[in-house]
């Protein structure tokens, strides 16, 4: 034991000595919570429109200020001809066409029915969906409004209505934060405890003193538990500036379960991915050659783990590579305790996974390091 808090001052001094490496572990993550789920965001705003329109009516004019009124369109052109509209596209300075026919007030008051005609750019996929999306909203909302002048109210219906009434649970306000915040702050703590460990064990290597280390009295796992334990409390000190001084004070989001189990969970991922970066650093011999290889699991873990997309969407077989990647279950479960307030009996199979996941990831780790030494 005092062999190894002799081994964890040395880690902490050394740590706390490079200037370049503290900020880079403390500060580089919070600042990263506090402007990503700003930026990660799907509601899409500002989307550029050109209007066609052929008809120059009331009606057609009560719909281009209903669309430019809503919030999520900026008028970008009003053109007399749809060739002109289109060069807007071409150009990038529109994203949607929409073209209100000649005759429009006319067939829809005789004829009860009109139709219009929407052009997408579908470049950028995200933005054309959501964009066609919430035209297509809006002028429904213009159709329903325009019925409703058009019928005569009726004191009773003797037709049976079924109405529906839905309620958002867990996010009531449908905030997208809510969502990206606890994501991020997981992906922030992966990069710590791997990449960091990974970077500052392969720099004992490339300074030589990790051959004065093996052939001292000490054990291997007090070399091992004296690189992995100063990023573990690191770790531990970033998810909680992150947790209770970001997230709850700049987005608002209070944990609705239990804290002590969430840090519970946490300890058990810390060590997983703390023995993944060790596994890392056995294998490289150079600090560049764990950056590479640590930015390639980063990039999976990012991509492949339900931080911005639902995983029941994907592929089947991008679905059996994100099950074993374990920064999946940590995002789970803490978006389901702290936005469900979901208990041990809810996140038991998760905690029995990532226990797997740290006896695997050390034990290789353990075993490729005595093997190359």
């Known amino acids: 034991m005092r062999t190894l808090l002799f081994l964890l001052r040395k880690e902490f001094k050394q740590i706390f000595r490079d200037k370049a490496l503290l900020p880079m572990i403390l500060v580089a993550p919070l600042v990263q919570l506090l402007v990503l789920p700003l930026a990660a965001d799907y509601e899409v705003k500002n989307i550029n429109i050109s209007i066609v329109d052929h008809d120059h009516s009331t009606y057609s004019q009560r719909l281009v200020s209903k ?31 929409l073209e209100i026919p000649q005759g429009f007030e006319k067939d829809l008051v005789r004829e009860g029915e009109q139709k219009l005609f929407i052009a997408v750019n579908a470049i950028n996929g995200v933005k054309a969906g959501l964009g066609g999306a919430y035209l297509n909203q809006i002028i429904s909302a213009f159709n329903s409004d325009i019925r409703l002048q058009w019928t005569q109210p009726q004191k009773f219906n003797a037709m049976p209505q079924i109405e529906v009434t839905s309620s958002n649970w867990f996010n009531p306000l449908m905030n997208y934060n809510f969502f990206m915040v606890p994501g991020i702050l997981v992906i922030l703590v992966t990069m710590i405890a791997s990449y960091m460990c990974a970077l500052n ?55 609705v379960g239990n804290v002590l189990l969430l840090y519970s969970f946490l300890a ?8 993944l970066g060790l596994l890392i650093s056995t294998f490289a011999e150079t600090q560049q050659q764990a950056m590479t290889v640590a930015y390639f699991f980063i990039m999976i873990f990012m ?15 991008a679905y059996v590579i994100a099950k074993i ?12 305790i702290m936005l469900k307030g979901s208990g041990f009996s809810d996140i038991k199979y998760h905690f029995v996974i990532m226990i797997g996941f740290a006896v695997l990831l050390n034990g290789l780790a353990i075993w490729n390091y005595r093997k190359t030494s």
């Open 325 to 336: 990647n374990p920064v999946t279950y940590f995002i789970e479960v803490v978006r389901m």
């Open 268 to 275: 058990v991922y810390m060590i997983a991915l703390l023995g």
């Open 67 to 97: 669309i430019t009124a809503s919030g999520y369109f900026q008028l970008a052109d009003y053109s007399s001809s749809f060739n002109e509209a289109f060069e807007q596209i071409e150009k990038d300075k529109s994203d949607l066409i």
């Open 303 to 317: 991509l492949m783990s339900g931080l911005v997309t639902s995983l029941d969407g994907i592929p089947q077989w």
């Open 201 to 255: 064990i392969v720099k004992e290597k490339e300074i030589g003193t990790i051959e004065q280390i093996n052939v001292t009295p000490i054990k291997k796992y007090q070399f091992i538990l004296g690189k992995l334990i100063p990023f573990w409390v690191i770790g531990m000190f970033v998810f909680t500036v992150g947790l209770f001084g970001i997230s709850q004070l700049v987005y608002g989001i209070v944990p």
